[in-house]
Structure formats: structure tokens, C-alpha cells
């Protein structure tokens, strides 16, 4: 008699203890999703170009549900062009153990994966991952970093250029020595202008104080520049437009927001869309679908040509009708 009443007395107890664990259990679920990521955003230097992929990035990143103020902290930093401030960025986000790094342009992503095997790492406006040993391949980077590439369509740039301006001979390009991107793109230009019957001489600087004395070396023996997506030119558009509008010398860009500073005409990449991209490798990284080791690098999707109109009547080019009619135009 004592035992069963024991027995009923234990049996509310235990339903109390099952109904427990299963509450228990569903709050645990519950409090799965409502985590808050940590993610820093280290981009090189300031201007449109790397600005507009860093919007994105964010843009992308909200369109998947990560939304800053609700389940996202973000720490900004800008290292403007000084390695010593990339490297102290890259150790303040090691340090705070950062969920997910998003690295803007190839220098900040070269130190951000020097400072961490562990962290994810997602790059944007980034040439040339393999060239610049972020990745083993772009089919498998293989390591904690993946991303997007800004590698231009060189090839489409420099018949843009033809078109534009059929007697072109000789093309001058600028570029930072320092930027392997850069690089990369001068190398591809060069091979494909040289196929064409048309020769390349090239100034590369060290720092936006270099600009004005290389463009006016090129300037009387050039019938034209091309300029990739290098940062230092891209900083400091108008110290070249300068040089090149007074010698009305058309400019082909590696990029739009290069066209928007004073450039002529571009056939690129659409910088804002790239981070939008890239947001949205970094969410199925957040969201456990994927590791950066078995990312592809992802190609740029949105390419057009954009035209600067205003700067084609200060230097006397007539654009064609049938690039007018395709492009967007810089008025």
C-alpha cells in the first residue's frame, strides 16, 4: 500500500519532469535561431568602387535574413591604403573571434588571411585569388577564404576602345607596382592589345603622388590609356583626368565608378552587385550550407558598357550610335 501511493505520488512528478525536458528542449530550438553574428567588413581605402561592393555586401547579407540591428553586428573598418592599419584591423578581429570576415580588395584580404586559418573569410573586388595565394583554385580554394572576382573583360575592353577611337596605335597604362591585381589585368591587356597589332607602354606608380608625373611621361607618345581596377588610380581619378583631358586622350576604364570620376568608357563590372554576391556567399556560409575550402570563386554577373558623355565633348570623341543606344550614360 505505501509503495503504490509512493508510485502515485512519483507519477506527477515524472509527467512534471518529462514535460520539462520537452519545454526545455524547445526553447533550446528556439534560441538557436535567434543568434546575433559578428562580422567585420575590412575594406583598403576609400572609393566608389570598393564603397559600392561594401553596400552590397550588407544589401546582400539583409536579402538572406541577416539584418543589422536585429541578429547582425557589423564592425566597419577602413585601412585607407596604410598596411600597418590593415594589420592591426586584421589582429582587432582575430582577437574578437568574428563569426564570418568580409575582406575588400586584395591587399586587405592577403592580410586578413595572413592573421587567420580559422576564421571564414569572404573577399570581394579581388583580381586574382590564386595569383595572389588566397585560394589553391578558384573551383576549390581550399583553404578559409573564398569570394568574388572582379577580373574585367579585358579582351571586350580593348575592342570598346577601337571602337571608340579606331586609330589608336599606342595605348599608356598606369598602374600601382604593388597591386597584383593590377597586374594581372596589364599582363591580359598587353597580350591581347599586342595580338591586335597595337603597342602598350606602360608607368606604374607607388602612391597617388606618382599619378601626374607618369600620365604626363606617356602623354605625346600614347594615342590613348587604359586603366584597370587599381585602387591607387581609382582613389585619385581627377589627378589623371587632369593630364589626359587637357592632352584629349580618351580613357577606358576597368570599371564604371572610374567612368563616373571623369573617365570615358568602361564595358565592367557592376561593383555593387559583386557585394551583393558576395553577401549572399557569406549567408550560406552563416547558415551552415557551405565552407569556404569548397567555394568556387564566383565571377562577376553584371557587366555593361557605360559611357561618359560629357567627357567625350570635352576631349572632341564622337561615341558611336550603336554603343550609345546599349550603354549607360555618364552625363
Do not use: W
Request: aromatic share 4%.
Amino acid at each position: 500500500m505505501n509503495i503504490l501511493k509512493a508510485c502515485r505520488r512519483l507519477v506527477p512528478v515524472a509527467a512534471l519532469l518529462t514535460a520539462s525536458l520537452v519545454a526545455g528542449c524547445g526553447s533550446q530550438a528556439s534560441n538557436s535561431g535567434d543568434k546575433t553574428y559578428n562580422i567585420g567588413i575590412v575594406q583598403l581605402v576609400e572609393h566608389n568602387a570598393l564603397d559600392s561592393a561594401n553596400k552590397g555586401f550588407v544589401d546582400g547579407l539583409k536579402e538572406r535574413g541577416f539584418e543589422e540591428g536585429k541578429n547582425l553586428t557589423i564592425d566597419r573598418q577602413n585601412a585607407q591604403a596604410d598596411q600597418s592599419n590593415l594589420q592591426n584591423i586584421a589582429q582587432r578581429f582575430v582577437s574578437a573571434k568574428m563569426d564570418l570576415i568580409c575582406a575588400i580588395a586584395t591587399p586587405a584580404a592577403q592580410t586578413v588571411a595572413n592573421a587567420t586559418h580559422d576564421i571564414p573569410i569572404v573577399g570581394t573586388a579581388i583580381t586574382d585569388y590564386v595569383g595572389a595565394k588566397l585560394a589553391q583554385s578558384n573551383e576549390k580554394p581550399g583553404g578559409n577564404v573564398t569570394g568574388t572576382s572582379d577580373m574585367n573583360p579585358v579582351k571586350d575592353q580593348i575592342d570598346l576602345l577601337l571602337k571608340i577611337k579606331p586609330t589608336a596605335k599606342t595605348i599608356g597604362v598606369i598602374y600601382c607596382s604593388s597591386e597584383v591585381n593590377s597586374e594581372v589585368q596589364v599582363k591580359a591587356m598587353q597580350e591581347y592589345a599586342e595580338s591586335k597589332g597595337l603597342t602598350v607602354k606602360v608607368a606604374t606608380i607607388s602612391t597617388v603622388n606618382d599619378i601626374q608625373q607618369a600620365a604626363q611621361s606617356l602623354v605625346g607618345s600614347v594615342d590613348a590609356f587604359y586603366e584597370p581596377t587599381d585602387n591607387v588610380i581609382a582613389s585619385a581619378m581627377p589627378t589623371l583626368m587632369d593630364i589626359t583631358n587637357a592632352a584629349k586622350l580618351p580613357v577606358i576604364c576597368g570599371e564604371p565608378n572610374e567612368v563616373k570620376a571623369g573617365g570615358l568608357a568602361t564595358y565592367g563590372v557592376d561593383y555593387y552587385q559583386l557585394g551583393v554576391q558576395t553577401g549572399h556567399m557569406a549567408a550560406d556560409i552563416l547558415e551552415g550550407k557551405a565552407k569556404p575550402a569548397d567555394m568556387a570563386i564566383e565571377m562577376p554577373k553584371n557587366l555593361r558598357i557605360t559611357i561618359n558623355k560629357k567627357n567625350a565633348a570635352a576631349i572632341g570623341i564622337t561615341i558611336p550610335d550603336e554603343l550609345l543606344k546599349d550603354a549607360d550614360i555618364v552625363e
